[in-house]
Each structure stands twice: as C-alpha cells, then as structure tokens.
C-alpha cells in the first residue's frame, strides 16, 4: 500500500530535550515536505526537499532541522524543543512538483512541549 | 481526533444538497491550486486540482472554479453526503517547490 508514515503519532516532552520525528515513504517519491498545523493558521512549510541530498527552508525552518540521507526517509529534528512548537506536523511526499504531482501526507505527529 | 482549528469557519449543508467551499488565495503569480479534504485524526487528502490556465475542473461529485481576476477558488460538491463531513482548505503554488494553504472550512453535514 503507497503511503507516508510518521512516528510517534503523540509525544509530549520537556523543553530543550532533542527529538526526531521520522517520515518514510515508499512511493519512491522525489519530493517530501514537513508541515505544522496550528490552529486559525492552516497548514505551514517548515522544510522541504527536492530531492536526495537536497533541501531547503520552507516559511517557518527556526528551530527545525532536517536531513534526506535516502530517497525515502526524511526525518525532522528539534535539537531544544521550545513550547511554541507545540502543534500538530505532518510530512509529505510527492513524484515531484507540479501538476498531477499529489502530495501525500502522513497521518501526523501531535508534539507537546512542555 | 487531532483537532484542525478551534475557529474555523463551518458550513451547514443538509444532506443531498450542494456545498459550495470558498478560498481567497493570495499570490497572483501562483499557476497550481488544490484542494484538501481532512477529516479528524487524519492527514490531508487530496481531492481535485486547477492550473491556472483554466477556469473550471470536474471531478467526481466534485468541481473546482477558479477566477483569477479576484483570485478565488470554489470548490462545488454534488449531493452532500454525511462522509464529506471534514475541513476542506485550498492550496497554491508559484511553480516553485513551495506551497501556501488556506486556513480552511468545516463542513458539516445534518441528516
């Protein structure tokens, strides 16, 4: 089944503790993206990537961090977690971008920092 | 569920009637625009999409207007049914790798 997977679904921690959200997909898609859900805000890009290797800051990078080592995996890394990065992410993935290049997205990662 | 927005706007639609979404985008030089469905606890899921060289997109039950001289987006869904019951927001893209969402629209639908 094509899908984008995201763990851990919830997770509350503690300011400044480093944690890594992971996001796989096997569609062996080029393009993967991470977003965050806040409400009245709608959906906001935080990171995306075009690729292995190649990515670049979306509208809200501060405070993220990201890697793309393989086509599949894109993990989103808060290095000291703060509370206003409490929200709800989702990461997503598409053959490319453009037309008839639908996003995916994952089913989300409810993150509380306390 | 995840909660989507504590604020949103909500559209009441009798079931078997036409809904009709609306979304103000906000980049003139944006050519690609889509349309989401999320229902609670779920990630965003894709629904129809425009290019801005058209007007008017049918799917199935489903049809997106665009109107670029006053950069609007409608999405029009035939015969409600209780499972369309979700937020619906659009989204757009310049042609780059990035996209800009809307806030979105509840819709509920009443047996």
């Known amino acids: 089944e094509a899908q984008v997977t995201q763990n851990p679904r919830y997770l509350i921690t503690v300011t400044g503790k480093k944690l890594t959200v992971t996001c796989s997909q096997n569609m062996n898609h080029e393009y993967m993206s991470w977003y965050r859900q806040d409400p009245g805000l709608g959906l906001r890009q935080i990171y995306y990537?075009?690729?292995?290797?190649?990515?670049d800051k979306g509208d809200v990078p501060e405070g993220y961090k990201v890697s793309r080592k393989e086509k599949r995996n894109f993990p989103l890394i808060l290095e000291s977690p703060s509370p206003n990065q409490t929200s709800l992410y989702f990461c997503?993935?598409?053959?490319?971008?453009?037309?008839?290049?639908?996003?995916?997205f994952g089913p989300g990662t409810r993150l509380t920092v306390l | 569920g995840e909660s989507v927005g504590l604020h949103l706007p909500t559209l009441s639609v009798q079931e078997g009637d036409n809904s009709i979404i609306n979304c103000a985008y906000s980049?003139?030089?944006?050519?690609?625009f889509i349309w989401y469905k999320q229902e609670s606890g779920k990630g965003p899921q894709f629904i129809i999409d425009?290019?801005?060289?058209?007007d008017k997109r049918q799917g199935q039950r489903v049809t997106v207007l665009l109107n670029k001289t006053v950069k609007h987006l409608s999405l029009q869904i035939a015969a409600t049914q209780p499972g369309d019951s979700a937020v619906y927001f659009c989204a757009e893209n310049t042609g780059t790798y990035k996209y800009i969402f809307g806030t979105g629209t509840r819709l509920k639908v009443l047996a």
């Open positions: 997503a993935s598409s053959r490319t971008v453009g037309e008839t290049d639908t996003q995916y």
């Open positions: 990537s075009m690729n292995v290797e190649v990515t």
């Open positions: 980049n003139s030089a944006s050519d690609y």
């Open positions: 425009i290019r801005s060289n058209m």
